[in-house]
């Protein structure tokens, strides 16, 4: 009779051998340009992120797609940009003088593609901010590959504008069958947003949990929730009338470029860590629709593993840096968002029980954030809440 030891052992080899590494792509979704209101040449804006370890990004500026003739004046506060845009290449400067005064023509999308993308490298993803309001309530919507324009399109309400801006890219996105998804942006930017505006939406699975922009009030204040608490409710009322969970993303919402520093909105605050499998906008956008990612403002996750009931997250430590892992989430009956458990150290996790409706993570760490968008901020972690099977 053979015997059934090495097939045993190859069983046991199996099991004690660690799990595959996990493939996470790094991107922004939301950034800015002299196309609109960042104070950048689009080629420097993109060869920032591309130098620094950015796998994509989303160019997503005010009401307008990077297409067509755009001149811009070189006014005294643009001098520096123009400086180093030339210093940079002065081959790719398209410029006129008109009555003594310099003009700049903008680099398109379709140029910045062919200048710097690069197949498994870096790749750019067209977008838009939809930039749009009820009475005096900022409301932004992002478009993430978007294919054309969308004007603002107004609306009764704080939720109805939201809807109806989110429902014309979903529209968009059926006419073309193109992959692109709508995200509400910094909810509590101008206190703009409540957690009740956005349970009630419909087609839309993402907003910004943090956001690198000095403006935004991640954290809220003494009657206002911040954007982790927020979540937590709004998955919790979503939950309870049939609506599909709210995922967070992490970005960092660009805008200066040439003064680093705390007080402005500087590149690489915020960012997402997508688990695609390759490198291409129909890829990312369908791994994030799937939630398969986390968004980041500077701690590193190798893997994160959902079974059904046991949430696991392994942390890529840093040296002399300390992690705590806080497991929320809501309980039949209970409080949205309660703390179900705390785990110190790299590797964290949670096993769901039979009345727990979602749980999601959030990594601390000891870090200071280098150039933070506020004094204090340490680098952390989002993963995305999950439901027991």
Excluded at 36 to 43: Q, T
Excluded at 74 to 102: F, N
Excluded at 184 to 200: C, E, I, M, R, S
């Amino acid at each position: 009779m053979r015997s059934k030891l090495p097939f045993l052992l190859l069983l046991f080899a199996a099991a004690c051998a660690p799990p595959e590494p996990q493939v996470y792509y790094k991107g922004n979704l939301h950034t800015h340009t002299l196309w609109s209101d960042g104070d950048e040449f689009p080629e420097l804006v993109v060869k920032w992120y591309r130098d620094n370890g950015w796998d994509f990004l989303a160019l997503s500026d005010h009401n307008t797609l990077q297409e067509g003739d755009r001149w811009v004046y070189i006014s005294e506060a643009r001098d520096l940009a123009y400086v180093e845009y030339i210093a940079w290449d002065a081959t790719a400067v398209d410029q006129q003088i008109r009555k003594d005064s310099v003009f700049v023509r903008l680099a398109t999308f379709d140029e910045l593609v062919e200048r710097f993308q690069s197949a498994g490298q870096f790749i750019l993803v067209q977008s838009e901010e939809i930039t749009d309001r009820f009475e005096d309530k900022p409301l932004h919507v992002n478009a993430t590959g978007i294919h054309e324009h969308i004007a603002p399109q107004g609306g009764s309400s704080v939720t109805d504008v939201l809807q109806r801006n989110i429902d014309a890219v979903l529209e968009q996105r059926e006419a073309t069958g193109r992959p692109m998804v709508p995200h509400v942006n910094h909810p509590n930017f101008g206190w703009a947003v409540t957690p009740d505006d956005l349970v009630p939406l419909t087609g839309e699975h993402f907003f910004e949990v943090y956001n690198g922009h000095p403006a935004v009030h991640n954290e809220g204040d003494d009657t206002r929730p911040g954007t982790e608490a927020m979540w937590d409710y709004v998955n919790t009322e979503r939950l309870a009338q049939g609506l599909p969970l709210l995922f967070g993303l992490a970005v960092d919402d660009a805008h200066g470029y040439h003064d680093m520093r705390t007080g402005v909105a500087n590149p690489g605050r915020g960012w997402v860590m997508v688990r695609a499998d390759s490198l291409t906008t129909g890829s990312v956008i369908g791994a994030l629709e799937a939630g398969a990612f986390y968004g980041s403002s500077g701690v590193t996750i190798s893997r994160i593993e959902f079974n059904g009931r046991r949430l696991e997250v392994d942390i890529e430590p840093e040296e002399d840096v300390f992690y705590t892992t806080y497991f929320r989430g809501t309980r039949e009956g209970g409080e949205p968002g309660q703390l179900l458990a705390t785990v110190e150290g790299p590797e964290a996790s949670y096993r769901m029980t039979g009345d727990d409706l979602f749980v999601r993570a959030t990594v601390v760490s000891t870090k200071l954030k280098p150039n933070p968008y506020r004094e204090g901020e340490f680098e952390m972690a989002w993963v995305q809440p999950v439901t027991r099977d």
